[in-house]
């Protein structure tokens, strides 16, 4: 039986690509089309990382895995912690592969740490605290530092990057190859039967220089000329050699996967949605500590403040004031990473609610009409694509944690990144959109087997199948007989121990503080 070999590109999009590969820039990801199949593969809701990875591992939606956010979420706390691979409250594919004896590679699939004790080798992905082990076996970063080919962590956080392109660019080509120099000899020194590669360049650039890339962007047909613009795809030209050599390693029978687990639509307005709330009246912010603590949350009077912090050791131990005056607020946004989701400050469930149970639904509509009713200031237009009910988007075990309200932003908008309620998107020129990348090849592939939208949790199911191991959960998605033959199936096996596969406990309060800043750097906190 062949093997699996995956290649991710975080938040790569055709719309991006397409031109590129029109141009021949992209010679690896053609051939691969050729061979095969390529189609659209869709994210979850909310369809950024932090939701949509776990989903690939556990072939279940949000509602059934409990991750909606950078941060975890439990009734009756307001403080959480970031997320890790600890959060995911599923059993993920790699408990049914550690089952089946199939060794596994896995590098950089954001939300794998603490790496999960796993057949085969594991370096995690995300954001990760310096000091703690990052791979499994743990001797794994050594043995990569030995062969000259050590796999940094961390980096490209584009808004520290701010106006400074060439710079950013130049980081993410030194770990583009650092990292794939990691990826090619953990290929080569391991008998592995699936392997998964993720790279997050893409998602990091496009989130800045979109506009110089993609063909719905206002500017495209001007910028696309500019000389940054041949930098960045000298990037996707590094990627795309990556990705060659990789396909390198696979053999004739192996099925090769090249996916993205959302898309990007381009951005020229940004909102803050807290600021929208608060303007429809439905949120208020504390006059004092906006005045005094505000400014700490960006810019020079932050950097001045992380430097206290710092030299003080306050990480983790002192925390700015909640600029939110709780019992004046009936609503806030619940998903911070890209605004796609608000709940109601209802009693009973929030620390300092104010929205009466009974209320509930009165509320939310009102809300929801508020918010279906917006328009920017200043360009007249509706930033939501749609406004939905929680019921109409989750019905999973864990749907009582899920936002209340889930929000789709319109064309050209991003539902974050603004520090004031609407605005033009200046360093910001891209974010998330659910309609993300597949492409497929192996002997079984035929050229419309991706004819039409497959789904991100199809993935998990699919990949077990083509492996021939037996599956401990009931997937959301479903087997994509088009890549793996009709008549594979994933059995049901007993269940497996998903707690046999966690690895270390979660983050201490000085790693929380750690991987908060980098996250503020990637642009998922303000």
């Not at 795309?240 to 050599?245: R, V």
């Not at 539902?415 to 990348?437: C, I, K, N, Q, Y």
């Amino acid at each position: 039986m062949g093997r699996v070999l995956l290649v991710g590109w975080d938040g790569a999009d055709w719309r991006i690509l397409d031109p590129m590969l029109e141009q021949g820039l992209l010679p690896n990801v053609q051939a691969l089309i050729d061979r095969g199949a390529r189609g659209v593969l869709r994210s979850t809701t909310p369809n950024h990382s932090w939701a949509a990875w776990p989903s690939f591992l556990t072939g279940l939606e949000p509602s059934n895995h409990g991750v909606y956010d950078i941060f975890e979420r439990e009734i009756g706390q307001r403080r959480n912690l970031p997320v890790t691979y600890g959060s995911i409250k599923a059993t993920t594919m790699l408990s049914d592969l550690n089952a089946a004896g199939a060794t596994t590679v896995m590098t950089n699939l954001p939300l794998t740490f603490p790496p999960p004790r796993i057949e085969g080798k594991i370096v995690a992905g995300g954001v990760l605290p310096k000091w703690r082990p990052f791979t499994h076996p743990e001797g794994v970063a050594k043995e990569l530092d030995d062969a000259g080919a050590p796999f940094p962590i961390n980096g490209m956080s584009w808004t520290t990057f701010r106006n400074r392109p060439d710079a950013l660019l130049q980081e993410a080509v030194d770990l583009t190859r650092a990292r794939t120099k990691a990826n090619l000899h953990l290929l080569d020194t391991t008998d592995w039967r699936f392997a998964s590669l993720i790279y997050v360049a893409t998602d990091r650039l496009q989130h800045c220089l979109d506009k110089y890339v993609a063909p719905d962007h206002p500017r495209y047909a001007e910028l696309s000329k500019d000389p940054l613009a041949g930098k960045l795809r000298d990037v996707y030209r590094l990627l795309d050699d990556a990705l060659g050599q990789i396909l390198d390693r696979a053999r004739d029978d192996d099925l090769v996967l090249f996916v993205s687990d959302h898309g990007f639509q381009s951005c020229t307005r940004a909102l803050h949605m807290d600021r929208v709330l608060e303007h429809l009246g439905f949120l208020r912010f504390s006059q004092a500590s906006r005045a005094v603590f505000g400014p700490m949350q960006w810019g020079r009077m932050r950097a001045v403040a992380r430097k206290v912090y710092d030299k003080l050791g306050l990480h983790g131990r002192v925390s700015l004031p909640q600029s939110v005056n709780w019992q004046k607020t009936m609503a806030y946004t619940s998903v911070r990473s890209t605004g796609e989701g608000v709940s109601l400050n209802l009693a009973g469930r929030e620390p300092e609610g104010t929205v009466d149970p009974a209320d509930y639904e009165t509320v939310r509509d009102k809300i929801m009409d508020a918010l279906e009713g917006f328009l920017d200031p200043e360009t007249g237009q509706k930033p939501f694509r749609r406004v939905l009910r929680r019921e109409e988007v989750f019905t999973g075990r864990y749907a009582e944690t899920a936002p209340d309200i889930l929000m789709e932003p319109a064309p050209l908008y991003s539902l974050t990144h603004a520090r004031s309620m609407a605005e033009e998107a200046d360093w910001l020129s891209g974010d998330h959109r659910p309609e993300g990348v597949i492409a497929a090849a192996s002997p079984l592939v035929s050229r419309d087997a991706l004819a039409e939208p497959a789904l991100l949790v199809d993935m998990a199911p699919t990949i077990l199948a083509a492996l021939g191991v037996p599956t401990s959960v009931e997937h959301d998605g479903r087997v994509l007989p088009e890549l793996v033959g009709q008549e594979a199936s994933v059995a049901a096996a007993g269940a497996t121990s998903a707690e046999a596969e966690r690895g270390d406990e979660g983050l201490d309060a000085d790693e929380a503080a750690e991987v908060e800043e980098h996250l503020r750097g990637l642009g998922y906190l303000e």
